[in-house]
Structures are given as structure tokens and as C-alpha cells.
């Protein structure tokens, strides 16, 4: 069998994650993958929409190639600048640096709004860079350097005193927290430990920590953030000088992976740094947020000027009120989606040439296996790339039957154990084991009904699909 190599490439760039970005041959080629789950783009069209929209979906509905594909048109769009933010890096990184002899010994709340701090000034100092980049360099840069001239010098002054403001700001903020700190250790009563910390870059502080309460922790931070962080005088009205002088109108910024902060961390998030660019600068910032279903905080944003985009398959799809238009759409989108990618990674070859299924047949079970998740089906080429084509053997029906079995048992069911990478909703009150006994109980029903139609009609189920009676739907709620 040929092109083996290029068969595993196919189905690997449809898992991957985050801003990786799709490549075939060195170059980057989204603009030909990209596959709308709508028909003409519909989902694309509103993103690109100059509003601030957040982008819904569990892991793997293709949120990061939705950003990517927006990014690529809004490149060629004169009136819009692009910001990219890859959340979670920056989050994972914001970890304070901390003496060696004193790191299992320092307050976890302290260390927590450590966190939060370096997290907070690493976006704004991330955003800085990025619209920096984005202007100064490459094809934007020539062409504003031709219609703009000298007046660009004012636009790198701009820069510069925007990230002169924030370090001076980040100096005061550490210096009140050290003092804050400090002062909470001398009114207290309660035994300390003595540690070092070092804040930020600069300055190195020796302080003293008694064992805070939360809610002095957060007063302690929020009163500091308050009285130095001004984001309109820090951030803002730079932005808007810059957007005068370059004659745009809008500055796209995208946060990828949004939803890998705790609560916490968003709610300080979103009131210190998204809300107050969304509401306040001049209808020039605009949004666009990839994040998982129910763990969004809105905070102070106007859920009524945001447009919320469902990617899972029933929330993007139950306008039609119609379960046969639904899964006629999401086939097709199955269907486009492999022929794009074949197309690229495979030119030249046919489904036939892997596949030992009918191409109707194949897409509808693609869609019955992933219920249109795209890294679902990545995963589940993959393994039928290890089993079959490796092997010089097509794909077949059984294949992509033990492939779905063997995902469910290396993925999806880890889920339900113990697993520090789990991310839950913010509102489940359900611990996992229960959620595992629940989920025991319907492949248990799932089985017998299966049974009683093979019986019947002679044919199976997919595991993708049941019923739950409506008395008991509120048990079973899916967001």
C-alpha cells in the first residue's frame, strides 16, 4: 500500500491541539483544511464579525482551527489587527519563583494570587508584544511604512511607553504586596515561618507570612491591583493612540484555551483585563474566545452583546428542531471535512484506496463514532493506521468498531478517574465516582436496548446515541 506516511499525516492533523499549527510540506495550509461545521462557512462568518464572540465546544471540536482560519482572514483585512494569546502557556508559566528550602512551606494562597499577579501582567505584557509584532513586522509593517511614513516612529514610542507603564506598575504592585504581607505578620498572633520570595524579576523580597485566610489574600491582592493597575492609563489609551495613527478600526484578540484557568483566576481575569478592554476602549478591542461549555465567567461582560458559538453537535444544531436534518448536516460536514484533508495530505488517492467501506457508509459512521469531534477522529484513524495500514491492510468496518472501543478506554473513560488534568464545570456538583456509577448504568440500559433492536431489526446502535425518558432528562444534563 502507498503513501502510508502521508495517511498518518492526514489523520494526525486532525488531532491536533492548541496552536499547532496544520502543515503539509513546510507550509501552512489551513486556508485549504479548514472545514466549517456549517454549510458556506457559517460558523467562520460570525467569528470573523467585528463583535466579541466566544467560541463554545469541548476539547477537540475544533476551537484552535476556527482562531487559526480567522487569524488568516483577518490578515488580509485592512481595518483589523491580530492578537493571539495562548492562555494556558501563560497560565502554566505564571508560577512564582520561589526559595528552594521554603517552596512546600509557603501559604497556598499567597503562592495562588502570586500566580494570579504574574498571570495577569504576562497577557497585558503578551498582548503589548503581540500587537507590536503583528504591526512592526512582515507585510503589515511595509505597507503602513509606505502610507504612513515617519509617523510610524510614534507608533514604537507608543509601544515602548506602554511597556515602560507596565513594569513601573509591576514594581509597585510587588513592592505593596511585600508591605501588605509584612504587615499582616506583625499584627498577628499565630506562629510563622520565615521564607524568601521573589515577586516578580524585580525586586527580591525576606518576608514573613503568618497563615493567611483566603479572604484576606484576595482583599490583600485586589487593594494592590486597585491602586497601581490602572489598565485605561496603562494599556488602553496607548492602544487607541496606535489605532488613530494607523488609521484601523478594530483589534481582534484571540484567547486560546481560555477555560484552562480555575474560576478564580478567570473572575480576576475577565474583571481586570478582558471586561474593561471589551467595554471600555472605544469599541476598538474585540474578542474572540475559545472555551469549553460552562466554564465561562462573564462577569461584567453584556451576555447580549457577545455572540455565544456552540461547536458540540446538539447545542450548534438544535435550531432545526429536525434529529434527521441534524445528522444530515453533520455527515456532510464529516464528508467535507476527510475530503479537504484528503485533498491535501492525500492528493490523487481515493476512500477506496484506505478503506474497505462504502464512502456513505464510512462518514456516517465517522459521525457515529465521533459525534462530529474532529480529534475523535483523528485518534480513531490513528489507531487504524497502526492496525491496518501499516499492515497493507484496508480499513474496515471492525477496525473503526475497535479503534472507537480502544479510545473510549484510553480517553473518554479516564475522565472518570483520578485524574489531576480533568477539567469539570464550574457548576457540577457531582463527584466523579458518581458520575461513573451514572455513566455504568447507561451502557448497561445502552446494551439491553441494543440487544432488543438487534433482535428486532437486526442491526446495532451506535454508543453515540440514546433515549432518557424526559422525567428523568434534568439528571442527564449536557452543557
Not at 39 to 68: A, E, F, H, M
Not at 232 to 256: P, T
Not at 389 to 397: F, Q, R, V
Amino acid at each position: 500500500m502507498n503513501n502510508q506516511t502521508d495517511f498518518l499525516k492526514f489523520a494526525t492533523s486532525l488531532k491536533l491541539v492548541r496552536k499547532a499549527e496544520i502543515e503539509y510540506d513546510g507550509e501552512n495550509v489551513i486556508d485549504e483544511v479548514y472545514t466549517d461545521l456549517l454549510p458556506n462557512d457559517g460558523i467562520l462568518q460570525q467569528v470573523n464579525l467585528p463583535r466579541t464572540s466566544i467560541l463554545k465546544g469541548r476539547k477537540g471540536t475544533g476551537k484552535s482551527t476556527i482562531i487559526q482560519k480567522s487569524i488568516a482572514d483577518m490578515r488580509q483585512n485592512k481595518d483589523v489587527i491580530t492578537v493571539y494569546i495562548d492562555v494556558k502557556t501563560l497560565y502554566d508559566g505564571a508560577t512564582p519563583t520561589l526559595n528552594t528550602a521554603i517552596e512546600t512551606s509557603i501559604s497556598t494562597e499567597l503562592k495562588k494570587y502570586l500566580i494570579y499577579k504574574n498571570f495577569l501582567f504576562e497577557v497585558v505584557k503578551e498582548a503589548n508584544n503581540s500587537f507590536r509584532e503583528t504591526v512592526m513586522n512582515g507585510s503589515v509593517f511595509s505597507r503602513l511604512r509606505q502610507t504612513l511614513g515617519g509617523k510610524m516612529d510614534y507608533v514604537e514610542t507608543a509601544f515602548d511607553q506602554m511597556l515602560s507603564n507596565l513594569d513601573s506598575v509591576i514594581k509597585e504592585v510587588d513592592a505593596q504586596l511585600f508591605t501588605l504581607v509584612s504587615n499582616s505578620e506583625t499584627v498577628s498572633t499565630q506562629g510563622s515561618i520565615e521564607m524568601g520570595v521573589e515577586l516578580s524579576a524585580t525586586p527580591n523580597a525576606k518576608l514573613t507570612l503568618k497563615d493567611a485566610e483566603e479572604s484576606s489574600c484576595k482583599t490583600e491582592f485586589s487593594d494592590a491591583v486597585l491602586k497601581y493597575f490602572d489598565i485605561k492609563k496603562c494599556l488602553i489609551d496607548s492602544f487607541l493612540k496606535i489605532r488613530d495613527i494607523l488609521r484601523v478600526k478594530y483589534i481582534y484578540m484571540y484567547l486560546d484555551d481560555y477555560s484552562e484557568m480555575d474560576k478564580e483566576a478567570q473572575e480576576l481575569f475577565m474583571d481586570w483585563f478582558v471586561a474593561p478592554l471589551n467595554n471600555i476602549s472605544d469599541d476598538f478591542v474585540k474578542f474572540k474566545i475559545a472555551t469549553y461549555p460552562s466554564r465561562f465567567y462573564f462577569g461584567k461582560l453584556d451576555n447580549q452583546k457577545v455572540d455565544e458559538i456552540h461547536l458540540d453537535f446538539y447545542n450548534a444544531l438544535s435550531s432545526y428542531k429536525n434529529i434527521a436534518k441534524m445528522e444530515e448536516l453533520s455527515i456532510n460536514y464529516i464528508r467535507r471535512l476527510i475530503m479537504n484533508r484528503f485533498d491535501v495530505f492525500l492528493p490523487n488517492n481515493k476512500i477506496n484506496n484506505f478503506f474497505d467501506v462504502k464512502e456513505d457508509e464510512l462518514f456516517e459512521l465517522l459521525f457515529d463514532i465521533s459525534l462530529n469531534t474532529p480529534r475523535v477522529i483523528g485518534y480513531v484513524l490513528a489507531y487504524c493506521y497502526t492496525t491496518h495500514i501499516t499492515l497493507d491492510k484496508k480499513i474496515t468496518k471492525a477496525a473503526l468498531s475497535a479503534a472507537a472501543q480502544k479510545y473510549y478506554e484510553d480517553v473518554t473513560q479516564q475522565y472518570f478517574e483520578s485524574n489531576k488534568f480533568v477539567i469539570q464545570a464550574f457548576d457540577e456538583m457531582v463527584s466523579r465516582e458518581n458520575l461513573r456509577f451514572l455513566m455504568s448504568k447507561f451502557i448497561d440500559k445502552e446494551k439491553e436496548n441494543n440487544r432488543i433492536v438487534n433482535i428486532e431489526e437486526k442491526r446495532d446502535l451506535p454508543t453515540s446515541h440514546f433515549l432518557v425518558s424526559n422525567d428523568l432528562s434534568k439528571f442527564a444534563r449536557f452543557t
